[in-house]
């Protein structure tokens, strides 16, 4: 899988002096991300236990050609039967731009993307759900990059 994609923990906490979740079940399919904004996103009833049989679609777009950096907070489903996926731009029925799954209970998740758009997906089965995640996004630049330190998860 050729991977447009790179992997990074944040050395620093991230910090933002504004930011807002994303409402309702699925939340808004659309987020747009902006210099002053990062936003929250998190699987449906968060922090208590997501529904079963459920599908929610997002793509976030980053403004002025930035990137988008990603960071999960909390994050907890069932493992090998509920899946967050993530894919380059906003097509997610196209499996080509599919990066990977996350699964389980990983731990330091952070990356940035390298396109100014991309695709995230959760799906949970019919039974096992858990508290879900919680994930922090926010938009970035290439200058940014020697604040990260790759990580492999
Ligand atoms: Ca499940």
């Not at 209970?105 to 879900?132: H, Q, Y």
């Amino acid at each position: 899988m050729g991977f447009g994609f790179a992997i990074f923990l944040k050395t620093n906490i991230f910090q933002s002096t504004f930011s807002y979740n994303i409402s309702g079940e699925c939340g808004a399919r659309n987020i747009y991300l902006n210099d002053d904004l990062n936003k929250n996103l998190t699987s449906p009833r968060f922090p208590n236990i997501y529904p079963d049989d459920f599908l929610c679609e997002w793509v976030v777009n980053a403004m002025d050609e930035q990137l988008i950096y990603l960071h999960v907070i909390d994050f907890e489903l069932e493992a090998g039967y509920d899946f967050l996926t993530l894919g380059n731009g906003k097509d997610s029925t196209n499996s080509s731009t599919r990066l990977f799954s996350f699964t389980g209970n990983p731990k330091a998740v952070s990356f940035t993307s390298s396109m100014a758009s991309i695709w995230m997906n959760f799906a949970s089965d019919r039974s096992g759900g858990r508290r879900g995640f919680y994930i922090q996004l926010s938009q970035t630049d290439m200058g940014d990059y020697g604040k990260y330190t790759l990580r492999l998860f």
